[in-house]
T-cell receptor, first 113, second 113 residues
């Protein structure tokens, strides 16, 4: 499985944007980039995913580098409820494969009031 | 639909006892996954089912662990002769057959004393 690299921790101030980086230099052409987050004492929660183009949804935006070797999850205005561990995961979409997610250590985001 | 349900939420057992956990996925999801998570680590993949077929098992899943998904609906994960090292959060997730993110339950926290 292709590997991702994320900083162990990041800090943000409430109501400011947060940019969470992820490197995935060995990504293959069939790998989607997924982001999940895990709040304390809960299971992981899907945030967003993309292949080549930047993606937006109600939770976040995903900016994907042109060479796809890195991506950034953007939280436009951090709230205290966004404090969580954020996981960047590659998942192949080859038919009959993939589906399972291989989690790394993730980035622990803390948000200061 | 109330999402993915796991039962029990917490389980304390004595070393050497057998335990069984249950997962009820989202009803229209064909795929079901089991993960294990220890403190400070990301979730580790254990096994996954497509309908009633168990398609993949991690090497982490020793012969003391068995998972079933009869009739392709709910799933059970049994651990026989529990050891202290089995203490962890056991997470279940489900997804549609074709793409889409995984929806996780809140997990079952197992403590082996």
């Amino acid at each position: 499985d292709a590997k991702t690299t994320q900083p162990n921790s990041m800090e943000s101030n409430e109501e400011e944007p947060v940019h969470l980086p992820c490197n995935h230099s060995t990504i293959s052409g069939t790998d989607y980039i997924h982001w999940y987050r895990q709040l304390p004492s809960q299971g992981p929660e899907y945030v967003i995913h993309g292949l080549t183009s930047n993606v937006n949804n109600r939770m976040a935006s995903l900016a994907i580098a042109e060479d796809r070797k890195s991506s950034t999850l953007i939280l436009h205005r951090a709230t205290l409820r966004d404090a969580a561990v954020y996981y960047c995961i590659l998942n192949t979409m080859i038919r009959g494969q993939g589906g399972k997610l291989i989690f790394g250590q993730g980035t622990e985001l803390s948000v200061k009031p | 639909d109330t999402g993915v349900s796991q039962d029990p939420r917490h389980k304390i057992t004595k070393r050497g006892q057998n335990v069984t956990f249950r997962c009820d996925p989202i009803s229209e999801h064909n795929r079901l996954y089991w993960y294990r998570q220890t403190l400070g680590q990301g979730p580790e993949f254990l096994t996954y089912f497509q309908n009633e077929a168990q398609l993949e098992k991690s090497r982490l899943l020793s012969d003391r662990f068995s998972a079933e998904r009869p009739k392709g609906s709910f799933s059970t994960l049994e651990i026989q002769r529990t050891e202290q090292g089995d203490s962890a959060m056991y997470l279940c997730a489900s997804s549609p057959n074709r793409g889409g993110g995984l929806t996780f339950g809140s997990g079952t926290r197992l403590t082996v004393v």
